[in-house]
């Protein structure tokens, strides 16, 4: 099943069932928000099934064109936000770049910190950041969207909470975050608002193609007019239900959590490219010496979206313009 | 004015106004929670102010006996929590004690990290933790909360931002925030929910005892049958205005966004007592060698509370008993 949410004036927006082509929309009957579907996943579930059927084979009558640009983020807003970094090549690259291992040698450590999540600026919504001279950069991601988690849980038991799956870009202002990190406070002002692609899957959507927790897909990056990176999901150290777990330990988690992966990312980076521009980067330091890609500045924009392997659309792209205060 | 949330089964419970002995209660009328108040303060204050007044002439004809054991922390769920760190002979001594200075050097380094707040604790709820491995430990802070805080406001425009005073009790869990706090990605699964002192206040209520974004008041913590801590909360290194200004950095403030001081702490800890287990054994290893002090075990409870310099009520107590799962 997919799902959109379309603006109704709201803060929470109208939750919407999507056909397996992102062709048409239909307003959910069983619910107003994607929020309160989480809230009640088991008894709301049938009745939208019922009614994705009827959409994705032509029988619903109030169907109507769906416009990917028209939507918000999936969930505009969520009660939680913690994003893993869950890419050992990201983070190997930047520790042989700057020297500094957040594993800490321990390669079976879970990176994870709580972010900004009051809103989730909608999928073409332009980012708005107080100056270039921060090192505006992306990070494209995916993510999932859990229901209620007991705190505690295994990541067996972890694994059967997740019921979404989303993409998203992870904003980081770069020249921010090496201080923030050396406090052991954390990441806080380098972590402005992150955006969502429109369409929130289930993830049978994803078919075989959705294994061992982790997405087998590739997350394309389209910048300055050229195929920037499409990294394969598939490589995380630890896959969604340790990082549900993970998040767990010493909390239950509030029903519509959103649990990221971290900067999507490949050893074979030099052959499939990056997911943010501080990687291609650390790719120029260590074979030239010194970077060369600049972070982005006013006016420039980034694309992104992964697709099916066969091609298909999936959770729709990501387009986003930056602008300086 | 006084503010507290009574629970009506609802998640954001039922704000009420409370009289200035924090002996009588009545259901605001101008708004039903504490949240919708703070989207909306210059609009409706007003209102609430005249309803105040009424209550504590004794006027008000639908007040009833404020029972504080029964409240829910004034604002029980958040979008936004962001903890600081602004009490400078707390880190001081962790430092000394531990070998890490989280301000790497800069006395003017701003601390604070995104923590849980899809939840607050009640002033009298149990606090269910993992285990007692993890070295529970209580945080007596001070805290402020916002209404609507533009992106890039100064210091001084966003004091003006500051609605409501709060007193919070910061779980923290010592075993784990080492090891967080080396990955960069900072702490994380070392802070389960905070909970809240009752009475929210504007701060006016303070009266002098609120001068330079601070509250010059005592923050009285029993524990295990003594006087564990009555440190003043007008150390500071950054006043509450600094804070938020850190905060809005590179993000709008939604309204009820709640930001906190940090465990208090003074320099002359040696008789004021701590805010914390942590602290105490820091100071039993620098006169001692070696740490007395053991953290929270399972069935124990501590109470915080402060109060006006003459003895008045203030925020109410915080009185919580640990359960380990």
Redesign the interface.
Known sequence: MRFATLPDGSPDGRLHLISRDNAFAVAAEACTTLQSLLENWDALIPHLEAQSSALNSGQAKTAFSFEPTSALAPLP?A??W?DG?AFDSHGDLLASVFG?D???GNPD?I?????????FLAPTETA???RED?QIDFEGEFGVMVDKVP??VSPEQAGRHIRLLVQINDWS?RA?GP?E?????????????CSMAPVAVTPDELGASWRDYRLDIDLAVDFRGERFGAANGYAMSAGFDRLVA??A???DL?AG?VIGSGTVSNATYREVGSSCIAERRGIEILDHGQASTPFMRNGEYVRMEARLPGGQPLFGAIDQTVSV?
């Open positions: 807003r009660w939680q913690l970094s500094f957040a594993k800490q450590t990176l994870m910190y709580q972010g900004i999540s009051d809103r708005v950041f107080p921060d705190m505690g202002l921010i201080h990190m050396k406090t052991g406070f954390g990441v806080l002002r380098c972590k402005p608002r993970h998040a330990y010493s909390r509030v959590t205060l």
